[in-house]
């Protein structure tokens, strides 16, 4: 590795004045000198971490030069206490030749490059066996640096022990290619490095890249296998430094290139590639050395509390539609992209360069011959799509377009040479190229295709094509929101979304999708589809609404590709109502008539509803993992059902009396001997009650009731796999503030209610069913779990436990929420209910949330009916069906806001401080 040159090192540490005084301390002090120099040394060592500190500081995007510097320092620094320790500590005038050591950075600080508290690696390398000499020479250079604070990875080897190592271990096989002469015996790092590639390296050049590909896959895989996560580790993540520092070994390995500049001259980077290497690297450094100096450790997590504060220090300031912090990570997502293009063409190139070697007489021949093959104006190379020319694109810039779509058609992938071409080009496309019909049409092949959609659109996103093509995806590329729930960025969602589409068409998934398989196969249109699912968030990132301003988008795009005015309109529609759906099934009562009736009012038709449908589960699966779960699919099943047979038969079909008895029907089936249940215990069952509820949970609760008939209390679990969830029922005389208690019982258990229904029965007994999950959003299985949660609720309703002390007093599930700051809102509705008030209450996942909300309701001498429950990262929004306590809508605007100012004290936990 090349090193800059670095200004003023004497400001950093000046090593002779420091050498200077490290002799007149030992000269004064004698055997009681070492605690003095470590000061010194330690003295030296912080001054040079504050002078670096402060340039940092001026210069907050000088990354390369900070971590250079670094490595700067920590060489003088050891320098020095090699030097006191071999003329000092443990002279010897006449060394044999086996008392000579070299100090060798490997590793990171190998390659002279050092975060403010990274590992310093030495390898301790002698020609022979070390001697007593050198292990006592080795230990006092180790136990210096250690009482320095430094954190040390260190071996002691001979040369024959180096060697016969590094054949067998890669770690210790990259260390040493980076190993850089340090101090001590120059003549033994040069013979190290001679062995290393004669002994090593030499006929192990395949085997070592095929390892180190190997290790790369494995490190994405345990950092979440996208260069896209929302909490992305700077040194290990996809498309960050040690993808960079991969491209080197394998470079230097291969080739011996001193320094990654000379990847160009053995033709596996271009100069603009090796440029855009150097910008990503030195941006990549300028965060990590902001993480450490921030910490004062080595962190190299750049956490949502630490985005915030490196986005400052870098000097990314707010703009209209986009923080500071989200300009600051859609450059830190730009660069790990550029990174993965980079990562992409120089294995392509590496591939090539070992195929030309491996090809004998005859296969050259077969080459050319397969060589002479085309498909329309463009070439197959080793069955791959490849320009013709250097000026391929420039003739006629519409083949860029034609490139990803002769690829998709043919099922072949691209050149990597012409990868490079079409990166290089993007910029032909203008205007012009924009509203060609040519070029339009064979987008919207490729975006609508029936085979992988998902993996062209992405070569075209990462050539730079898309978004010059649509530039509003342009827009977005990169584009991250601040938040704990959004995984992606919105090009990465985006494109996510229209790969499991493709999936879902295909029949993929079956268990997970059986609903969007079988309507997939019922709508008119699948180019209104693929393009609404494409268009959903292309408004992310502006000032205004994303929905309102993207179905404008969508207006003027839809023509331009070729769609009718009847497909624009119905595009237009999905994008504005894009996120109905999902708040319709997660924010409201599902068993309220009126529900599924202002919902089928807004949708109108049964063709809006299946495509609505299906781009509401696209967009939420392509939010990340662990985001869909059954009992979102369950929520979205049941409000596609009831609406689709309000759609489909009218109003006046959609029966009271006709549903109770259906219900009833099915109920008895499922009792089956114990049916005369139906007319016993459930005689007390209100008709609400039989609406609300499926079959399976009220043959469940019926025969629930009739073993509690005589207690005054009966609480049950059980898991419920219809639901992925934990269905807890709980029976007992009504009272107000049940509800509130028993939500805190369920919170003290460890669990999280998804979802409630409280009932009362005609003789004054509570029938509530939630359903439960742990923090995670897993259903709570195992039977100690079980136990705990009744024995919780039992308490809790018996007032044994001191509720709001004790939930004040638990830990938040999600700490990471802390770094967010979202001022809780409070919603009044009165239209979406004809009997209740619905009460909706946006705010930061707390402890207890739910409870402490019911409890302020309680308060406000409010009876609650529902309440249902969403999260969305660090953003909880809870709603209640609620009335007074007699039965009617709550009104009035004083009593309202006295409602509002409760709701947001619980809401921010100022109210933790009341007993229960």
Request: aromatic share 8%.
């Amino acid at each position: 590795m090349i090193l800059l040159r670095i200004a003023n090192q004497r400001a950093i540490i000046d090593r002779r004045t420091l050498a200077d005084d490290i002799a007149a301390i030992a000269d004064m002090h004698g055997d009681k000198a070492r605690p003095l120099i470590v000061d010194a040394l330690r003295e030296a060592l912080n001054a040079g971490r504050g002078e670096l500190e402060k340039r940092l500081t001026a210069h907050p995007s000088h990354g390369t030069e900070c971590a250079q510097s670094h490595a700067f320092l920590i060489d003088q620094i050891v320098r020095l206490i090699h030097d006191h320790v071999v003329t000092r500590v443990y002279p010897s005038r006449n060394r044999s030749t086996g008392e000579r050591i070299a100090l060798i950075a490997v590793g990171g600080y190998g390659r002279g490059e050092m975060a403010p508290h990274s590992d310093v690696d030495i390898a301790f390398v002698t020609p022979h066996k070390p001697t007593s000499w050198c292990e006592q020479v080795i230990e006092a250079t180790l136990y210096f640096l250690w009482d320095l604070g430094l954190k040390v990875g260190h071996s002691s080897r001979s040369l024959d022990e180096l060697v016969r190592q590094a054949k067998g271990d890669l770690t210790i096989r990259t260390a040493l290619l980076e190993g850089r002469y340090v101090w001590g015996d120059r003549a033994i790092h040069e013979q190290a490095q001679r062995r290393f590639w004669d002994d090593v390296a030499a006929g192990t050049e395949r085997e070592f890249v095929a390892e180190k590909l190997a290790e790369r896959n494995a490190r994405h895989k345990r950092q979440g296998d996208s260069r896209y996560v929302v909490e992305p580790n700077v040194k290990e993540g996809k498309g960050c430094l040690r993808d960079l520092h991969t491209l080197y070994w394998i470079g230097k390995y291969i080739h011996k290139v001193r320094d990654p500049s000379e990847l160009v001259k053995v033709g596996l980077l271009s100069t603009n590639e090796y440029r855009a290497f150097r910008r990503a690297e030195n941006f990549f450094w300028a965060v990590r050395c902001h993480l450490h100096a921030i910490t004062r450790r080595p962190e190299d997590r750049l956490t949502f509390d630490l985005q915030r504060e490196v986005a400052s220090r870098m000097k990314f300031s707010d703009r209209p539609g986009k923080s500071g912090v989200e300009r600051f990570m859609r450059l830190f997502f730009l660069h790990a992209r550029q990174v993965g293009s980079l990562t992409g063409v120089f294995l392509a190139q590496l591939d090539e360069q070992w195929a030309a070697q491996r090809l004998g007489f005859f296969a050259k021949l077969r080459a050319r011959r397969r060589a002479g093959r085309t498909i329309g104006a463009f070439a197959i190379v080793a069955d791959k799509v490849a320009a013709q020319g250097d000026d391929f694109f420039a003739r006629d810039p519409v083949r860029l377009i034609e490139l990803f779509h002769v690829a998709d058609r043919e099922g072949l992938e691209i050149h990597a040479e012409t990868t490079r071409q079409a990166h290089r080009d993007a910029g032909l496309i203008d205007a012009a190229v924009r509203r060609d019909p040519r070029a339009n049409a064979m987008f919207m092949d490729i975006l609508t295709s029936r085979r992988d959609p998902e993996t062209v659109l992405r070569w075209m996103s990462e050539a730079g094509v898309f978004g010059r093509f649509i530039p509003d995806f342009g827009r977005v590329v990169a584009q991250m929101q601040f938040d704990m729930y959004h995984h992606y960025t919105v090009d990465e969602h985006t494109i996510r979304a229209i790969g499991l589409l493709a999936q879902i068409e295909k029949g993929a998934d079956g268990e997970a999708h059986s609903l969007a398989i079988e309507v997939v196969a019922e709508i008119a249109s699948r180019r209104v589809l693929y393009v609404s699912v494409m268009l959903h968030d292309i408004a992310k990132g502006r000032s205004g609404d994303h929905s309102v301003l993207g179905a404008d988008i969508a207006m003027k795009l839809c023509p331009r590709l070729g769609m009718s005015p009847a497909e624009t309109e119905m595009v237009a529609w999905l994008v504005r109502w894009h996120l109905l759906m999902s708040a319709t099934a997660f924010k409201r009562d599902l068993t309220d008539a009126k529900t599924i009736a202002d919902f089928a009012g807004q949708v109108q038709s049964a063709e809006r509803l299946r495509l609505l449908l299906l781009l509401t589960i696209v967009d939420i699966r392509a939010v990340g993992p662990g985001v869909w779960n059954s009992w979102k699919r369950q929520l979205l099943g049941d409000l596609y059902v009831h609406t689709h047979e309000v759609l489909r038969l009218g109003h006046k079909q959609f029966g009271r009396v006709e549903r109770i008895a259906a219900k009833k029907r099915a109920v008895a089936a499922l009792l089956q001997e114990r049916d005369a249940l139906i007319g016993t215990v459930g005689r007390q069952l209100l008709d609400a009650y039989w609406i609300a509820e499926s079959e399976d949970i009220i043959a469940m609760n019926l025969q629930q009731l009739d073993i509690a008939l005589d207690e005054p209390l009966s609480v049950e679990a059980r898991y419920y796999p219809a639901r992925g969830a934990t269905l807890v029922t709980v029976t007992a005389a009504d009272h107000p503030g049940l509800f509130y208690r028993i939500a805190g019982g369920i919170h003290l258990a460890g669990g999280n209610i998804i979802d409630a229904r409280i009932h009362t029965t005609r003789n004054g007994v509570a029938l509530d069913n939630f359903l439960v999950q742990d923090p995670l959003g897993r259903p709570l299985m195992e039977d100690n779990q079980i136990a705990r949660l009744k024995t919780a609720i039992a308490d809790a309703m018996a007032n044994k436990v001191k509720l709001a002390p004790q939930l004040a007093a638990r830990p938040l599930a999600r700490t990471r929420a802390e770094a967010f700051e979202i001022h809780p809102i409070v919603i009044f509705d009165h239209k979406a209910s004809d009997r209740f008030t619905v009460i909706e209450i946006g705010a930061l996942d707390r402890p207890a949330l739910l409870s402490r909300l019911a409890r302020a309701l309680f308060e406000a001498r409010l009876i609650v009916h529902s309440a249902h429950i969403a999260t969305y990262g660090e953003r909880a929004v809870d709603t209640f069906y609620v009335t007074d306590v007699l039965g009617s809508k709550v009104s009035g605007d004083q009593r309202l806001r006295t409602i509002e100012r409760r709701l947001i004290e619980a809401a921010e936990g100022t109210t933790a401080k009341v007993a229960a």
